[in-house]
Structure formats: C-alpha cells, structure tokens
C-alpha cells in the first residue's frame, strides 16, 4: 500500500489539499464540479482497483467524504492546493476533528 497517488506526473501524498474537478452530467448538460478537500486515504495496487477517498467540511460544519477511482472518465483533472508534511498511510483521526484542530495538526512547519 502506498500513501501517495501519481496522477499525470504529478505526485499527491496523503494529507495534501486537492482539488478534483468532476464531471456531473445532468439531463442533456455536462458540467465540472470542483471538490476541495484533504487526501485521506489510497487504496489499491492496480490502476483498475486504485481508489482515493478525499473528506470536506462542508458549510454547515459537516464532513463529506468521497471515494474516486483512479482510472474514472469522469475526472478532468486534479490540483495540488495545499502541501502537507504528515507521514501516515491513513488519516481516519481527522474524522473527529474540528477545522481549526485539523489545520494544526497537519500543516504544522518542521523546525
């Protein structure tokens, strides 16, 4: 298992902020929906069973979590917002987690 996806040359490692832009079809129209949030968890060996879970609070103060496929049509792209320097495979801990909580554990500076 690794902790980090590589997604057209470009690495993004668990507990990194992204961005996903996702295609939404609706009726007849298709457009991109972006979904921002922290890189939880990369799970799979092959990029046929390769998934990536990303988690958002929302506004109302709720966490959403979303599971992509790796190899899914549907993404159009993927972008690095915010570079984390934590080291663990999987970050359930943040699940329990208020915003500001979060955002000190993880984007703390090494000194």
Not at 34 to 52: A, D
Not at 56 to 75: D, T
Request: charged share 30%; net charge positive; no cysteine.
């Amino acid at each position: 298992m690794a902790n980090f996806l590589k997604y057209q040359d470009k690495i993004y490692r668990v507990g990194d902020t992204i961005s996903v832009e996702y295609k939404i079809k609706e009726g007849e129209k298709e457009r991109l929906q972006p979904f921002k949030g922290i890189l939880i968890k990369v799970r799979g060996n092959t990029p046929e069973t390769k998934t990536f879970t990303v988690r958002k609070i929302s506004k109302s103060g709720i966490g959403v979590e979303r599971i992509f496929p790796y190899i899914s049509p549907y993404i159009n792209k993927i972008s690095l917002i915010k570079k984390s320097t934590y080291r663990k495979a999987k970050l359930y801990f943040l699940q329990g987690l208020s915003d500001k909580k979060l955002r000190a554990k993880l984007y703390k500076s090494k000194s």
